[in-house]
Every structure is written in C-alpha cells, then in structure tokens.
C-alpha cells in the first residue's frame, strides 16, 4: 500500500504557482520523498526527490516539514502542459530490498487557462 | 540521449494469446523494472531485472514472466492472456541496484486483450 496521502484534485489558474500537498506521517528516518508525474497516457516523468532538506531543480521546488511528516511540491509557473496526475512516493534509498516504487492515486492538477 | 524505449506501442491480442512486450533502456542502467497500469487499478509493480537476474516481482501469476539479455534490453511475456490484462505496460529503468536511483520511464506498451 502507498504510504502518502493525496488530495484527489486540485485546480489552478495558468501561470499562477501550484502547490501540491503530500502528507506522509508514517515516514521512516531513511526514507525519500519523490515526485513523479504522468500526462494522460504517458509514462510517469521523475520531479524531484528530497530527504529532510527543500529541494529546487529547473522544474519544481520540495518543501519538507521540520517533522517530515508532510510535504509540498510547488511548481512556480504552472502552463496548461502542467496538467498531470502528480504522485508522491516515499521510498527507502540505501539498502532497499525491492526497489520498487508504490504509487498512490495521486492528485490530478487542472491548470485552468 | 535517448530514454526508455519500448515495443510496440500498441497491441491488440484475443483472450488465450501470448504476448512479448520489449524494453531497451537508458544506455549505462542496468536495472529494468516493469509495471502494469490497468484503468481503475493505477500502477502496480511487476518484476525488476537487474544483470540479467530476476529480483523482485510483484503479486502477479506466473503467467507473466520476463528476462533481461546481455545488453540489458528486457521483454516481458504474458501467457493465456486474460480480459483483465488489457492495461499500459510501463518500463523503467536505473543505473543499477542501489534502491537511490531514480527510475526514468519509456512511454508504455497499451495492450488490449479482447
């Protein structure tokens, strides 16, 4: 079972910042949180992936709560090319047994032109 | 560079039929995952393939089998092929073992099964 909770849709008005929320309360100290995304029909694209510290790469920037209960995938300029089912994953990095990656339901991000 | 690359990219097969689905990775990974996404059901974790070695499969029959050549091209076979097994199937693949790499997924095989 996936270990993340998230919203099942969510809206947002084009170039307008979009945050993605993720709760995942039950978070080992070892494990990552990792983003994926999938446009309808296409293969799941990696985000971004984070530990305990915020993250920024060309496409999104990763808060983590203190607690690393919870985190937000924030993309800065959502375009209508956004408009994906956005996942969050945690995943154990080092030592992992399986290496498989449990996807959740996900959140459906609407960017509304 | 190139990404994932999977064939075909469509199928249409009839109940009872076999089915070979390929998967070249990205050049230098070695490690080959394999996942189903079946309308209703998300994605589900099938087999992962790492130097030509099967090691880890997910809750699925024995009838879905797959294997990973020299070069670390992989197929996957399905056997008696069921209604329910008319999905996207998804290949990633990653540099090698260690559980950190990220895994970069090719565009899926659809597969219908009617």
């Known amino acids: 079972d996936a270990k993340t909770t998230q919203p099942t849709s969510m809206d947002c008005a084009e170039g307008r910042a979009a945050n993605l929320p993720c709760n995942h309360s039950?978070?080992?100290?070892?494990?990552?949180v990792y983003w994926y995304r999938q446009i309808h029909s296409q293969g799941p694209q990696y985000i971004i992936h984070g530990l305990k510290n915020n993250e920024t790469n060309e496409m999104a920037s990763l808060i983590i709560t203190e607690d690393r209960k919870s985190s937000t995938l924030i993309l800065p300029h959502a375009t209508l090319r956004d408009t994906a089912v956005y996942y969050c994953i945690v995943r154990v990095r080092e030592g992992g047994a399986t290496n498989k990656l449990i996807f959740g339901t996900g959140t459906l991000l609407a960017v509304q032109p | 560079e190139a990404g994932v690359t999977q064939s075909p990219t469509h199928l249409i097969k009839t109940r009872g039929q076999q089915v070979t689905l390929r998967c070249s990775p990205i050049s230098g990974h070695t490690s080959v995952y394999w996942y189903q996404q079946a309308l209703g059901l998300g994605l589900q974790f099938l087999l992962w393939y790492d130097e030509g070695e099967e090691r880890n499969r997910g809750n699925f029959p024995p009838r879905f089998s797959g294997r990973q050549f020299p070069n670390y091209s992989s197929e996957l076979n399905v056997n008696a092929l069921e209604l329910e097994d008319s999905a996207l199937y998804l290949c990633?693949?990653?540099?090698?073992?260690?559980?950190?790499?990220?895994?970069?997924f090719g565009a899926g095989t659809r597969l219908s099964v009617l």
């Open positions: 039950t978070i080992s100290g070892n494990e990552y």
């Open positions: 990633a693949s990653s540099l090698g073992r260690i559980a950190k790499n990220i895994q970069y």
